[in-house]
Nanobody, 118 residues
Framework: QVQLVESGGGLVQPGGSLRLSCAVS????????MGWYRQAPGKERELVAR????????YSDSVKGRFTISRGNVKNNTVYLQMNSLKPEDTAVYYC???????????WGQGTQVTVSS
């Protein structure tokens, strides 16, 4: 079974930065896109950013200009999320996700907590 393993969450002050990493256990698979979603308390899970194998990138309007998603070696199936200028409203559990064929993600990580607070 494919596993996605996230790392890099934590507590940071407003205006600070964090970098999230995600690695897929099954390196032989190719995913149409990999991305990051988040879920804040009492809210639905939402897309943060995703990167397609052909290079297309989608960002949520709320993170444009502050977050940057990048994909490592496609063969290694890794994806990163650099988060700058963090705000308290960015506080959420962040999930790595992947889609093999371009539809809704079929694989999810366990989630990593990001808390932005002074």
């Amino acid at each position: 079974q494919v596993q996605l393993v996230e790392s890099g969450g934590g507590l940071v002050q407003p205006g600070g930065s964090l970098r999230l990493s995600c690695a897929v256990s099954e390196g032989s698979l190719t995913f149409t896109f990999m991305g990051w979603y988040r879920q804040a308390p009492g809210k639905e899970r939402e897309l943060v950013a995703r990167v397609f194998i052909g290079g297309r990138i989608d960002y949520s309007d709320s993170v444009k200009g502050r977050f940057t998603i990048s994909r490592g070696n496609v063969k290694n199936n890794t994806v990163y999320l650099q988060m700058n200028s963090l705000k308290p409203e960015d506080t959420a559990v962040y999930y790595c996700a992947s889609s093999r064929w371009g539809g809704a993600p079929g694989n999810w990580g366990q989630g990593t907590q990001v808390t932005v607070s002074s």
